[in-house]
């Protein structure tokens, strides 16, 4: 199974991503292929159906909120992942858009990015401390919640148990997947739970500083950028 982040890792260099594609080319029988992004499932589904993307074996979505199967029929044909969804019970993105309402420093992205299961802001360079401060915020409405913190600029708001790393453990969990055999890859925050999930796990060189912390036992850095560090991450990895 390989399970990767989409912007600024498998795309951002189109000749790179097509080096990739043909490694898959041969193997695609042999593999899982999942993508795992903040973008929602219609934009990703844009980008498969215009051919920039390889069809994958199923996508997750909007912070690891949401997780599609791609089914037969190509990118028309994806349905949202049977038990995924069930699992945030009543929790609710306009609860926490209400709450941090007029929060300062934070600003609601566009409505395109907001879903029943994550509110999204722009907020720059938060510290450790201003998230602690907005999970009190949270918490004093009777929130609980996952915060996840990229590039210095966006901050996603997401249900307990969400996110990219339990969406690809749930998947590799339905397809009988031991650890060992998932590949994962990610360049920024909201690839730091995939990364640390305990599968193999590869960064690609232009990775930001605010990943320096999962490098580690199960997490190679690699020298080559965006898709040419992933297929350089799968040759690392499968020679282990
Ligand atoms: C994507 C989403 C945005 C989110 C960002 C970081 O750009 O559209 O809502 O904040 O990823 O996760
Ligand atoms: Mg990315």
């Known amino acids: 199974m390989?399970?990767?982040?989409?912007?600024?890792?498998?795309?951002?260099?189109?000749?790179?991503?097509?080096?990739?594609?043909e490694w898959l080319g041969g193997r695609r029988e042999r593999l899982r292929l999942v993508y795992a992004s903040g973008r929602s499932a219609a934009a990703v589904r844009e980008l498969v159906a215009a051919g920039r993307l390889p069809e994958p074996d199923a996508v997750i979505?909007?912070?690891g909120t949401?997780?599609?199967?791609?089914?037969?029929?190509?990118?028309?044909g994806w349905r949202p992942w049977p038990g995924w969804l069930e699992r945030f019970g009543d929790w609710s993105a306009d609860r926490v858009?209400?709450?941090?309402?007029?929060y300062p420093g934070l600003e609601a992205?566009?409505?395109?990015?907001?879903?029943?299961?994550?509110?999204?802001?722009?907020?720059?360079?938060l510290e450790?401390?201003?998230?602690?401060?907005?999970?009190?915020a949270l918490a004093r409405?009777?929130?609980?919640a996952t915060l996840v913190y990229s590039a210095g600029r966006f901050l996603d708001v997401i249900p307990p148990g969400a996110g990219k790393g339990p969406a690809?453990?749930?998947?590799?969990?339905?397809?009988?997947?031991?650890?060992?055999?998932v590949l994962v890859f990610g360049d920024s925050g909201n690839d730091a739970d995939l990364l640390a999930s305990g599968f193999r796990g590869t960064l690609v060189a232009n990775a930001l500083p605010e990943l320096d912390a999962v490098v580690g036992g199960d997490v190679y850095r690699s020298p080559l950028t965006f898709a040419a560090g992933v297929l350089d991450g799968i040759r690392f990895w499968s020679g282990r």
């Open 168 to 181: 690809a453990r749930f998947l590799a969990e339905a397809w009988s997947m031991p650890a060992r055999d």
């Open 109 to 125: 992205q566009d409505p395109v990015h907001q879903t029943r299961r994550k509110a999204s802001y722009d907020a720059l360079q």
């Open 66 to 76: 949401e997780i599609h199967v791609a089914g037969p029929g190509g990118a028309s």
């Open 128 to 136: 450790a401390r201003d998230l602690a401060s907005i999970r009190q």
């Open 2 to 21: 390989i399970a990767t982040d989409l912007d600024g890792t498998l795309l951002g260099d189109d000749g790179a991503l097509a080096a990739f594609r």
């Open 61 to 63: 979505t909007d912070v």
């Open 141 to 144: 409405h009777g929130i609980a």
């Open 97 to 102: 858009r209400l709450a941090l309402a007029g």
